[in-house]
Nanobody, 125 residues
Framework: QVQLVESGGGFVQTGDSLRLSCAAS????????MGWFRQAPGKERLFVAA????????YYTDSVEGRFTISRDKAKNTVYLRMNSLKPEDTAVYYC??????????????????WGQGTQVIVSS
């Protein structure tokens, strides 16, 4: 059973930056995609960004394109989400997820196999 442990959330001001980290527990961990999703209060969980674990291609939802950067360190089994120019609408619980099964639908929450516990990001205006 793979465990994903997130860290790096916090309370920041508009325009600030944060970097979220997600470490996978198993040394032999191998996934198809690693993704970040977020859930704002009272809303559904939505796709934010994903990275192909093999070739490191990255994908973003439109609202974060150009501000957020997803990256991975294979040696550490860790994926990162660098968030710049944060806005109040970025406030949410951010979840890391691993998609082990094959396929390219990286944006579909239901296709991810493992999830972290979530880390809170609050952006104050």
């Amino acid at each position: 059973q793979v465990q994903l442990v997130e860290s790096g959330g916090g309370f920041v001001q508009t325009g600030d930056s944060l970097r979220l980290s997600c470490a996978a527990s198993e040394r032999t961990f191998s996934s198809n995609f690693m993704g970040w999703f977020r859930q704002a209060p009272g809303k559904e969980r939505l796709f934010v960004a994903a990275i192909n674990w093999g070739d490191s291609r990255t994908y973003y939802t439109d609202s974060v394109e150009g501000r957020f950067t997803i990256s991975r360190d294979k040696a550490k089994n860790t994926v990162y989400l660098r968030m710049n120019s944060l806005k109040p609408e970025d406030t949410a619980v951010y979840y890391c997820a691993a998609k082990v099964r094959s396929g390219t639908n990286y944006y579909l929450e239901r296709l991810y196999d493992y999830w972290g516990q979530g880390t809170q990001v609050i952006v104050s205006s």
